[in-house]
């Protein structure tokens, strides 16, 4: 690290001035390289050696912050004046190799008492591995900084969006969310071989499945949630499902109160896009008191089933009513199994417009409509 880091970021025209203040005990943030100890680092002054951090503890880890703890002797604990963090990604064995790596992040914090408190969304992703490394430092009056060498490295992973960061995605969801239309049956797109498969290995019934990894990267939903997709947004045009599917030629409908009725409970899931104008909304239908049910509640933002801005059921005259969001492509996942006998299935005659998936598909993290500010 150069030894005028800490004069550059605090002087007036640094870049970082206008992100100091959100930084939680952090006094400044740099992008450099960590050459591994203490005599490969330019500038940086000699002397007594200063106690290296053992024994470190990572805590309290959220999408976006973690809590960092550790031992040192307690002989130079007087001297040391800051903490030097050095905060990398964790490299898989499925990295991209050719990619351009990500830049390592130095943390330059004021010794503060321990545990101290990391937090940033622009350095931080939720549901990453990440390894960290501290080193003590004593900065001098010319300056520069005498360190004590790197602690051991140790990894951690940051956690799933919580229901505070779901409700700020939920509100930024229904902000775009105006006209409703009236529809009244769910339908799934797969290919023959699905419904050949369920008649042959499962009588008849469709089972969940771990919901793919789609949509916000911190999403609590994402290869955890076990569930069966449904669509239910009809064309304005005909007030029925669209004759063109991504997913498949042969379509199962099947009646909207057979899935969605009181004795249910809904939950929103997440809002995204693809790079594209089309924004899509999830939502999680399950059956009071399931174990989808129990997940969701503990995981994500429920919703009043008569009375929200995405998919609504209501009784008008005795008989249940069904209106979906126009402006957003819902995606609907129902955590129970599913008997095909409830419902019908037949070919749709048009395309399958393969560009329209989004199975697996990365959410667009530069869209203002649907990002929120923490990690992506």
Excluded at 171 to 189: C, D
Excluded at 233 to 257: C, L, M, V, W
Aim: hydrophobic share 30%; glycine share 6%; charged share 25%.
């Amino acid at each position: 690290m150069d030894a005028h880091l800490a004069h550059s970021i605090n002087s007036p025209t640094s870049p970082c001035d206008d992100t100091l203040k959100n930084i939680s005990n952090l006094e400044a943030i740099q992008l450099c390289d960590r050459e591994g100890n203490k005599s490969q680092d330019s500038g940086i002054a000699e002397m007594e050696e200063l106690a290296v951090p053992h024994n470190i503890k990572i805590s309290n880890i959220t999408c976006d912050s973690f809590k960092i703890s550790w031992s040192m002797d307690s002989k130079c604990k007087d001297r040391i004046t800051h903490y030097f963090i050095d905060l990398n990604k964790k490299e898989t064995k499925n990295s991209n190799k050719f990619k351009h790596k990500d830049v390592p992040t130095k943390l330059v914090a004021k010794a503060v008492p321990l545990p101290m408190t990391v937090r940033g969304h622009w350095f931080l992703s939720p549901r990453t591995e990440y390894t960290v490394a501290v080193q003590t430092a004593s900065k001098q009056g010319d300056g520069d900084y005498a360190v004590s060498d790197w602690s051991e490295v140790v990894e951690f992973c940051t956690a799933d969006y919580s229901k505070v960061h779901l409700t700020q995605l939920m509100e930024k969801a229904e902000a775009i969310s105006g006209r409703m239309l009236t529809f009244s049956v769910f339908y799934r797109n797969q290919h023959k071989e699905y419904f050949d498969y369920v008649r042959e290995k499962h009588g008849t019934i469709m089972q969940p499945s771990s919901k793919d990894n789609s949509g916000s990267h911190g999403s609590p939903i994402s290869g955890k949630l076990e569930g069966i997709f449904f669509s239910c947004n009809i064309e304005f045009n005909t007030g029925k499902p669209p004759h063109d599917s991504p997913y498949g030629r042969i379509r199962y409908q099947i009646p909207a109160d057979k899935l969605f009725n009181q004795n249910t409970n809904l939950y929103f899931g997440d809002f995204y896009c693809m790079y594209t104008a089309y924004h899509y909304i999830i939502l999680v239908i399950a059956p009071v008191g399931s174990a989808g049910d129990e997940f969701c509640k503990q995981r994500l933002p429920q919703l009043n089933i008569a009375d929200n801005k995405f998919l609504t059921c209501t009784e008008e005259d005795g008989r249940l009513v069904y209106h979906h969001v126009q402006d957003a492509i819902l995606e609907i996942i129902y955590t129970d199994p599913v008997d095909l006998s409830l419902g019908t299935v037949a070919e749709i005659r048009g395309h399958q417009l393969m560009s329209l998936s989004t199975a697996n598909a990365k959410k667009d993290p530069s869209c203002k409509t649907c990002n929120i500010s923490v990690g992506r």
